[in-house]
């Protein structure tokens, strides 16, 4: 029997491999595009989309304090359940701007998936759970 390696540990911390890579950013992309479409059917000015597609990193800003605070700010940010629930709640009060940001953030988070970017370890920027990014990757793909 053939054993297929899903994830590998790296200093004791699981990333995702091969082809779990390729549909966790496969779905990151799905979700861009869904995103991409909420915005629109709702009339979100497609002039505004790349400014607002870009206000979710300022999340980031919590690295200037530590990689521990910074991960837990991009992380509050940078997950499904945070974009979901506002674009839910949106749907649920009836207001467009609710349901325009909401789509901001799902849009934002598959891009960054898409793109490799996943959540943020409390280790370092570059550590995520779809593994290292930047320069330093360690030859990962």
Known sequence: MTTVT?????????????????????EGL??????????????????????LLLVPDLSMLGYLRSPRVGALTYNLVHNWAIGLAVLGLGVGVGNATVILLGAIL????GMDRA??????????FHDTHLGRIGRERGGQS
Request: net charge positive; charged share 10%.
């Open 106 to 109: 799902v849009a934002h988070v």
């Open 6 to 26: 899903l994830l590998r540990e790296t200093d004791s911390t699981p990333v995702a491999l091969g082809s779990t890579r390729f549909w966790l950013r496969a």
């Open 30 to 51: 799905a979700a861009f595009v869904a995103g991409l479409a909420v915005y629109g059917v709702t009339d979100g000015p497609w002039l505004l989309v790349l400014p």
């Open 115 to 124: 793109l490799g970017y996943g959540l943020k370890l409390p280790t370092s």
